[in-house]
Structure formats: structure tokens, C-alpha cells
């Protein structure tokens, strides 16, 4: 797949809403993949603060370039951090989102979480 090297403005955010409590998904993990030819990179893994947004993008500027990227969501581990007992193995353990960003623009991809279903779709 072709890419483009830099970005200047082109940025990749994410956050987490818990549908289930109607709050934002605090302290939850996600790792960040790029991928080449089904082989996947991983580029960084970071964790939703309080309004269960990243401090700063996952890619911006210079790190930002056009491809296919996954993220993937630890939202197991975030519903049992929550007091909730899920079943062994939890419906919803890994969370992965594939995607592809083919301008040089904001891409932002959220997550609706609850322990039995997700969402997503090309935010703003």
C-alpha cells in the first residue's frame, strides 16, 4: 500500500465512552498498530485519562502517514477494573479496530464500550 511520508496537520485521536455507565472509559489501555502486508508494527500503547481521552494524539505531524493502522482496546480489562464479573472467557476482551487513513487529514476513531457490544465510527 502506498503511503504518504509526511503530514504536516494530519493527526490520528481516539476515546472511549462506557454505554453501559454512561461515562467516559477512564484508564483504559490501547495499543496502536500499523500495518504492512498483514504483518503488524506495533507503534505505541498509551491509557484513556478522566474524560477517557489520550493526553495528546496517537500520531501527529511528523508520525503521521497514511496507511492501515489498528488499534486495539484492553476493554476486559477496563469492565473488570469497574467491578463487574465477566464470564471466563469475557465476551469482549481485546477490542480491535482496523482502519485506514488515506489523506493527510484528523482521523478520529471512538469507541462505545459495554460488556456485551462496541461501536465505532469515523468521528470528527
Do not use: W
Not at 474524560?51 to 496517537?58: I, S
Amino acid at each position: 500500500m502506498a503511503e504518504t511520508s509526511k503530514a504536516e496537520g494530519g493527526r490520528l485521536t481516539t476515546h472511549v465512552l462506557d454505554t453501559a455507565t454512561g461515562r467516559p472509559a477512564a484508564g483504559l489501555s490501547i495499543e496502536l498498530y500499523r500495518i504492512n502486508d498483514d504483518m503488524r508494527t506495533h507503534l505505541k500503547t498509551t491509557v484513556t485519562n478522566a474524560d477517557g481521552r489520550c493526553d495528546a494524539p496517537l500520531l501527529a505531524d511528523a508520525e503521521f502517514r497514511t496507511g492501515e493502522y489498528e488499534l486495539v482496546f484492553a476493554a476486559g480489562d477496563y469492565l473488570r477494573r469497574q467491578g463487574l464479573r465477566l464470564p471466563e472467557p469475557a465476551f469482549l476482551d481485546s477490542v480491535p479496530i482496523r482502519f485506514g487513513m488515506a489523506e493527510l487529514v484528523h482521523y478520529h476513531v471512538p469507541l462505545l464500550i459495554s460488556p456485551y457490544g462496541y461501536s465505532t465510527y469515523r468521528g470528527s
